[in-house]
């Protein structure tokens, strides 16, 4: 009797410990996926695959050179400001275009998702000298100015928008109503007379706007340098059939790359 008592506990302390290590290894594993969000689709426009904070898995970008714009690596001749890790490689080079231009990004399921586009400045000093719009899905969701919301030129700038897909029906965060979606999001650069529409990065996660890190807070702000003459329309419409013919970057200054909505302000 006295055994099968000695056995029993035995046994008991064996179960506990095999419990107690269980647990923990589900804190760990929960504690090392925290931050974390499963990445849908992104690519680094005119970059190589990196993967980015929050584990998002940005692939290059796979945009014809010969009709979609150029791509650049003009960035990476100086750090981006706010641009942290192996991040610094996503806003260092980017996809410019002398016309409206975009990407068609597959969405598979039903759910909640975060579009996140990144900018950074690398030629202009001034506000108002580049200005372009981001046009998703057919609505018209942000006009972008990167020095003037970041306030100096060679630093990162997020725009992020969170929309979800239910039922064949598309709705963006903060706007009222739902449009048809039938598998592709559509996202647009838009030309306007300053200069031309770009991108450095683009990310489509799942989640909702919580789940999505924020960049850096911007250092104190310095007076803004005097915004550039506006040269252009008067009303400064977006004209998506007219072709510019001013080009971002000289032929002599490009580097050719080494390698292949409730809106959350990111900057």
């Not at 975060?114 to 006009?143: M, N, S, Y």
């Not at 709705?171 to 991108?199: C, E, H, I, Q, W």
């Amino acid at each position: 009797l006295c055994g099968c008592f000695l056995l029993r506990t035995f046994n008991m302390a064996i179960l506990g410990n095999i419990i107690r290590t269980l647990a923990l290894l589900c804190l760990v594993a929960r504690v090392s996926s925290a931050g974390k969000l499963r990445t849908v689709w992104a690519i680094n426009a005119g970059g190589p695959a990196v993967i980015g904070n929050q584990g998002i898995r940005y692939g290059s970008d796979d945009l014809d050179d010969s009709r979609d714009g150029e791509v650049s690596d003009f960035g990476r001749r100086q750090d981006i400001g706010r641009a942290t890790g192996k991040e610094q490689l996503l806003y260092q080079t980017e996809r410019y275009h002398s016309a409206t231009f975009g990407y068609d990004i597959p969405i598979g399921k039903d759910g909640d998702y975060v579009l996140i586009l990144k900018f950074a400045e690398v030629w202009f000093q001034h506000p108002g000298e580049k200005v372009f719009g981001v046009r998703v899905a057919g609505e018209d969701l942000a006009t972008v100015d990167i020095v003037r919301a970041v306030g100096s030129p060679f630093t990162a700038h997020d725009e992020i928008f969170d929309f979800s897909v239910r039922g064949g029906k598309l709705s963006f965060g903060g706007l009222d109503g739902t449009s048809p979606f039938y598998g592709t999001l559509r996202v647009d650069f838009v030309k306007t007379p300053a200069d031309n529409p770009k991108v450095c990065a683009i990310a489509v996660v799942e989640g909702t706007l919580v789940d999505v890190d924020r960049l850096p807070a911007l250092p104190k702000a310095a007076p803004l340098a005097a915004e550039a003459p506006y040269v252009g329309q008067d009303d400064g419409a977006i004209d998506d059939d007219v072709v510019y013919d001013d080009e971002e970057y000289e032929d002599d200054d490009f580097v050719e790359p080494t390698s292949g909505s409730q809106r959350g302000k990111g900057g």
